[in-house]
């Protein structure tokens, strides 16, 4: 009995075999008895009439899409010996051959993508994948003026260029001179990136510099930009739901154009494609441009100078806060980069900052519901909410769990204290890539997985996998948790710490300490860290943990009294569950587990005494930094997440 002609899609997933394409029936099935023809393609077969046009991008059913397979014609074997019975039914149905029915193209090809979708995503597929299956038109992204040159959107790109060009010379960049002798030329570069806010797709070009040609302190001095610390900018909302504070944000556009190049004479070839208008002149640059290490810098120390033109003063405790204090009118921004935050009490003065801002940036005012540094600030009756719901979405996805199954807690009470040694080693990258991932959600809006994070970071350098296995479960934790948001109440109270250790670790000895900082009920700072040094004793421990805390205490009191706001607040309080601790510096006793302790710990002893600040003795039941320190279990958790504000 003659064999059939099929062709080969690949493997089989559930038992050994190959995956067919059975061209009468139309449909996917697994075979283990097959002969191959490995001189005839399978495409032969497909293009003899439009019913046979077929995408075998989209019947490949396996967890890694982007392996691509060569179609092989194959022979089914009539007689399969000690084979496996052939496959009764049909693994899946895959849309229909193009032409085969009234339909236009457009159509079956959306309902087959729509079909296949769920089918991708019940098996894992990449969700990048997804997207692109979604997306008919795939835009690719030139790397370099020749590879757009060559692109199917070239007239797309060349309009993008000439829009930045125009830019450029808008703002007074450059001027074109005779190449200097003796001089170092600064290669320039552009690159290209679609914007796909909105419907329509924006072709966007950036002209850059190759700054990393630059030497320091030969090409320039210093590179260092400061930006608003993100506790500060937490700081600023708990004070803005308290007094009431109008908050809004606000965009600059090409914000490094409009920094000057002060003592500096720097010299740049002509943009790619525009050589020849330049006939061998170079371009002089008068103001900064993206690509160089300092242009950050020149364009803070711009806008400083513009703002403290304007009546603006920077404070010591934030470089990157400036405030405007006139009798009862009350003005703060905080800057990182081109992003803008303005905190006032009264409209009239803060239109009048912002006109005169306008008439020297091009500043943007963002809507309401638009993220500030990745985080969706949304403002209520009862105070502010920050959340990152958004950016935890594009994390499952990323990691293709989006249908994952949800736990209780980012990791499960006694977790961290055994791993295997027999695991085998994960791909590093991948590891740090989602480690860091995490670690930017942990220390923005989500202080609930910050120890899991933490405690997993100490394992960057040779991960294993039942590390990444503990990192995939904090995803699963945030699929059930990421509509959690920090909330912000108007209620007015006292700063407050709280300051926790855990001591001893089974692998080094080192203890983990945690510090809690809120101002009234609203969460400001918090911090989950490994201890550098060994201590001897619990007392110890709770000690180097109290030092961190009383120092986020006394900044957050020299923040608020540069901001005249610190009479508003009734008196500052750090907790503490060690009596030993706690007794050791209200009491001044001195012991042989105490006498030998850091110079350091002293300080706190002094801000005791010069009544800046007081240590009070709680019990372990009502810590809410608990889980800063340690795996919890869910009732702990639950508990502690309610007194910090993350709801």
């Not at 608003?228 to 308290?242: E, G």
């Not at 719901?389 to 055994?418: A, G, H, Q, R, W």
């Not at 590093?428 to 220390?443: P, R, S």
């Not at 934790?477 to 250790?501: H, M, P, Q, R, W």
Request: one cysteine or more; a positive charge; aromatic letters at 10%.
């Amino acid at each position: 009995m003659p064999g059939k002609r099929e062709i080969m899609l690949g493997y089989a997933r559930e038992r050994r075999g190959y995956k067919i394409y059975d061209i009468e029936q139309k449909c996917v099935i697994e075979e283990r008895a097959v002969k191959f023809s490995e001189n005839v393609k399978g495409s032969k077969y497909l293009n003899n009439s439009p019913e046979n046009l077929w995408e075998i991008d989209t019947l490949i059913n396996t967890e890694d899409v982007n392996v691509k397979l060569k179609a092989k014609y194959v022979y089914l074997d009539s007689n399969p010996g000690s084979a496996d019975a052939p496959l009764d039914e049909i693994i899946s149905k895959i849309g229909r051959p193009l032409g085969s029915t009234k339909e236009t193209s457009e159509e079956i090809n959306q309902k087959r993508i729509l079909e296949i979708e769920q089918d991708l995503l019940n098996r894992g597929v990449r969700s990048e994948r997804l997207k692109e299956m979604k997306n008919a038109n795939i835009f690719e992204i030139p790397k370099d003026y020749f590879e757009a040159q060559s692109n199917p959107n070239w007239p797309n790109w060349k309009t993008a260029m000439e829009d930045e060009r125009k830019s450029l010379n808008k703002h007074k960049i450059w001027e074109l001179v005779d190449k200097p002798d003796n001089t170092k030329i600064v290669k320039s570069k552009w690159v290209y990136t679609i914007k796909k806010d909105s419907k329509t797709p924006k072709f966007k070009a950036r002209l850059v510099a190759t700054g990393f040609n630059q030497a320091k302190n030969v090409d320039y001095l210093e590179s260092y930009s400061p930006v608003v610390n993100i506790d500060t900018f937490r700081l600023l909302i708990a004070l803005a739901a308290k007094l009431n504070l109008a908050v809004r944000q606000f965009l600059h556009q090409k914000s490094y154009l409009h920094s000057d190049l002060e003592e500096e004479e720097v010299y740049m070839t002509a943009p790619p494609g525009y050589e020849m208008e330049t006939e061998g002149k170079v371009y002089r640059l008068k103001k900064s441009i993206y690509g160089f290490p300092h242009s950050g810098r020149n364009w803070y120390f711009k806008l400083k100078s513009e703002l403290e033109r304007i009546g603006l003063k920077d404070i010591a405790s934030d470089n990157c806060v400036f405030v405007m204090i006139n009798k009862n009118e009350f003005l703060v921004l905080c800057i990182y980069v081109d992003d803008i935050a303005l905190f006032s009490n009264d409209i009239v003065l803060s239109n009048n900052v912002i006109r005169k801002l306008k008439t020297i940036f091009e500043l943007k005012e963002t809507i309401d519901g638009e993220k500030f540094l990745g985080i969706e600030v949304s403002r209520n009756e009862n105070g502010f909410s920050l959340s990152q719901v958004e950016y935890i979405n594009f994390l499952l996805e990323k990691y293709n769990m989006s249908l994952c199954n949800s736990v209780k807690t980012p990791m499960s009470k006694n977790e961290d204290k055994f791993f295997d040694s027999g695991n085998k080693f994960v791909n590093v990258t991948e590891f740090q890539t989602l480690i860091g991932e995490l670690l930017y959600l942990a220390n923005r809006t989500r202080p609930d997985i910050s120890f899991a994070v933490t405690y997993l970071s100490q394992f960057c350098q040779k991960p294993v996998q039942k590390h990444f296995k503990l990192a995939k479960k904090i995803l699963r934790y945030l699929k059930g948790t990421k509509e959690k948001t920090l909330v912000y109440s108007n209620k007015f109270g006292c700063i407050n710490g709280s300051s926790d250790a855990c001591w001893g670790n089974a692998e080094n000895g080192k203890s983990f300490s945690s510090s809690v900082l809120m101002l009234g009920d609203s969460l400001v700072t918090w911090k989950c860290n490994k201890q550098r040094s060994v201590c001897l004793s619990t007392c110890e421990a709770e000690l180097c943990a109290l030092a961190e805390t009383a120092k986020n205490v006394l900044w957050a009191k020299n923040v608020l009294n540069e901001l005249n706001c610190f009479s508003f607040i009734e008196s500052c309080v750090i907790y503490s569950d060690s009596k030993s601790a706690v007794d050791w510096l209200n009491c001044a006793r001195s012991s042989s587990k105490t006498r030998h302790v850091n110079l350091r710990f002293h300080f706190v002893k002094d801000l005791i005494s010069g009544s800046e600040m007081q240590i009070i003795f709680a019990t372990t039941e009502e810590m809410i930094s608990d889980f800063l320190t340690k795996t919890v279990t869910h009732e702990k958790l639950i508990f502690c997440c309610y007194k910090i504000g993350l709801l």
